[in-house]
């Protein structure tokens, strides 16, 4: 089945504790990308690759980091989670010649 | 540059009644444009795209969307509402620029019995 997988599906942090947020798609995609949903704002993007080692900043990358070591890992780096980050995330990988995001089933996190 | 606007955050509907949720976009180039739904705690759910081709497109569960390029909009319907089609909707763009999805601010659809 294709499908896209994040974990943790919930997570409850404090405030500077470095934490990363898995993503693995099964689908041979090149282009990965990391968006946070935020309420009254649809969703925001974060960071994207469009290929192995080939990463850039969307529209709302500040305080994250992310890479891409092969194809079907997409992680999501908080160094130093602040409150402000509080959201729910979502990694997408794009397929059918780029015109379907393929999304996970989302990481809610509250950093306190 | 894309950006979408989805408007009115909330719709509330009878069951059986016509589903409309409105999106306009607006883009530098022809755009693609999509559908998606979320059911809570859960992912987004492609519903319906247009690439090319048939402004009129069929998706899943019974919505379809019509691509129109004069007023700059796709709003989506569906003639009949269902209970299960309570969930929140979000309307997105790309351009030639595959690298980003814009997406809309999401209109939460509430059916009432």
């Known amino acids: 089945e294709a499908q896209v997988t994040q974990n943790p599906r919930y997570l409850i942090t404090v405030t500077g504790k470095k934490l990363t947020v898995t993503c693995s798609q099964n689908?041979?995609?090149?282009?990965m990308s990391w968006y946070r949903q935020d309420p009254g704002l649809g969703l925001r993007q974060i960071y994207y690759?469009?290929?192995?080692?080939?990463?850039d900043k969307g529209d709302v990358p500040e305080g994250y980091k992310v890479s891409r070591k092969e194809k079907r890992n997409f992680p999501l780096i908080l160094e130093s989670p602040s409150p402000n980050q509080t959201s729910l995330y979502f990694c997408a990988s794009l397929g059918h010649a780029n015109t379907e995001a393929f999304f996970g089933q989302g990481t809610r996190l509250t950093v306190v | 540059a894309q950006s979408v606007t989805q408007l009115g955050s909330h719709v509330s509907v009878s069951e059986g009644a016509l589903v409309l949720l409105r999106c306009n976009y607006s883009s530098s180039v022809p755009p693609y444009l999509f559908w998606y739904v979320q059911y809570p705690n859960q992912g987004l759910q492609l519903l319906l795209k247009?690439?090319?081709?048939?402004?009129l497109v069929k998706g899943i569960n019974g919505f379809e969307a019509e691509f129109k390029k004069s007023e700059t909009s796709f709003h989506l319907t569906k003639p009949s509402a269902h209970m299960s089609d309570a969930a929140e909707y979000f309307c997105?763009?790309?351009?030639?620029?595959?690298?980003?999805?814009?997406f809309g601010s999401g209109t939460k659809l509430n059916v009432k019995p």
């Open positions: 689908m041979n995609h090149e282009y």
């Open positions: 690759s469009m290929n192995v080692e080939v990463t």
């Open positions: 997105a763009v790309s351009g030639n620029n595959f690298n980003k999805f814009y």
């Open positions: 247009y690439t090319t081709g048939a402004t």
